[in-house]
């Protein structure tokens, strides 16, 4: 998990940065309305990117671990079956996609209550 955070950290500030120099360029403007935009705009992407992405997100994956990723089953069923590289239907046998080997994975690493 720290390298994940480490790798992305400079991407995070860096965009989180530019977006609240922008929107705090709406302040400068005449329009009221403008102006309120862009207060909360800023002051939203700049809690979104220290206080969620920096502390909360990291923290929540490490004390959750597996259970993060953990996806109910009607959810699952109700969910489409996407294939990302071509090709990858091709081995499939009984042309469920990949829901026997997903649910397979997911009864492996059931979160414990």
């Known amino acids: 998990m720290a390298n994940g955070l480490a790798s992305t950290a400079r991407v995070i500030t860096a965009a989180a940065a ?9 302040i400068l ?7 309120m935009f862009g207060l909360g705009l800023a002051a939203a992407v700049f809690l979104d990117a220290t206080i969620v ?8 994956m490490e004390l959750l ?4 990723w953990w996806l109910p ?3 699952d ?8 590289e071509a090709g990858a239907d091709d081995d499939d046998d009984d042309g469920d996609g990949d829901r026997d080997e997903r649910a397979r994975d997911r ?3 059931q ?3």
């Open 53 to 60: 992405r920096m502390v909360l997100v990291p923290a929540t």
């Open 77 to 84: 069923r109700v969910l489409p079956t996407i294939h990302v």
């Open 65 to 68: 671990g597996d259970a993060n």
């Open 29 to 35: 403007g005449d329009e009221r309305a403008i102006k």
């Open 111 to 113: 979160p414990v209550a």
């Open 73 to 75: 089953r009607w959810l």
């Open 107 to 109: 009864r492996q690493h």
């Open 18 to 26: 530019i977006m609240v120099f922008v929107f705090g360029a709406f």
